[in-house]
Antibody, heavy 117, light 107 residues
Framework: QVHLVQSGAEVKKPGSSVKVSCKASGGAFSSYAMSWVRQAPGQGLEWMGKIVPILDVANYAQKFQGRVTITVDKSTNTVYMELSTLRSEDTAVYYC??????????WGQGTLVAVSS | EIVLTQSPAFQSVTPKEKVTITCRASHNIGSSLHWYQQKPDQSPKLLIKYASQSISGVPSRFSGSGSGTHFTLTINSLEAEDVAAYYCQQSSSFDLTFGQGTRLEIK
């Protein structure tokens, strides 16, 4: 059984950066892409990008290009998502999710990032 | 970007009712359409993949159909525990996108 555990909630100032982690256990970590999906309060789901650990290659949604960086530490089965130049509209719950053939089959518990001055 | 439009956005339902949620794609996506359930304060859960393929552990009252640009999620004989938001998601294009969601509430 795959288990994804994310880091805790963050409160950030506008213009700063945040880095959220997602540690995976169970399953073949390196063989699957890991994606980040966010959800603003009361809103829907938005895909931000993904990384394939075995290739150490990341791809990003056009909307977030230049502002998001997804990295992986294969020694600890941990994926990171860093979002820079934060603004109030980035306040959301950020989820990591394992991507299997186009679907998201396992999800982390979510990390609330609040951006406020 | 492929836009997914769900309808209805909100529905008030009664137990044992048959519920149908529609997802329309702005471009032909074949069968690359998946459905998720998100209960309040929980992470989303995969319900149906590739339009109609069932997922292990998901109750059989959930089923999906469609192809191209028109898809449906059907809940036969809704149970109170099915109160949730439902999202469609496409994997046909590089930028993965979701529908805006359909929220079900018990009447």
């Amino acid at each position: 059984q795959v288990h994804l555990v994310q880091s805790g909630a963050e409160v950030k100032k506008p213009g700063s950066s945040v880095k959220v982690s997602c540690k995976a256990s169970g399953g073949a970590f390196s063989s699957y892409a890991m994606s980040w999906v966010r959800q603003a309060p009361g809103q829907g789901l938005e895909w931000m990008g993904k990384i394939v650990p075995i290739l150490d290659v990341a791809n990003y949604a056009q909307k977030f290009q230049g502002r998001v960086t997804i990295t992986v530490d294969k020694s600890t089965n941990t994926v990171y998502m860093e979002l820079s130049t934060l603004r109030s509209e980035d306040t959301a719950v950020y989820y990591c999710a394992r991507q299997a053939h186009g679907t998201f089959d396992y999800w982390g518990q979510g990390t609330l990032v609040a951006v406020s001055s | 970007e492929i836009v997914l439009t769900q309808s209805p956005a909100f529905q008030s339902v009664t137990p044992k009712e048959k519920v149908t949620i529609t997802c329309r794609a702005s471009h032909n996506i074949g069968s690359s359409l998946h459905w998720y359930q998100q209960k309040p304060d929980q992470s989303p859960k995969l319900l149906i993949k590739y339009a109609s393929q069932s997922i292990s552990g998901v109750p059989s009252r959930f089923s999906g159909s469609g192809s191209g640009t028109h898809f449906t999620l059907t809940i036969n004989s809704l149970e109170a525990e099915d109160v949730a938001a439902y999202y469609c998601q496409q994997s046909s294009s590089f930028d993965l996108t979701f529908g805006q969601g359909t929220r079900l509430e018990i009447k």
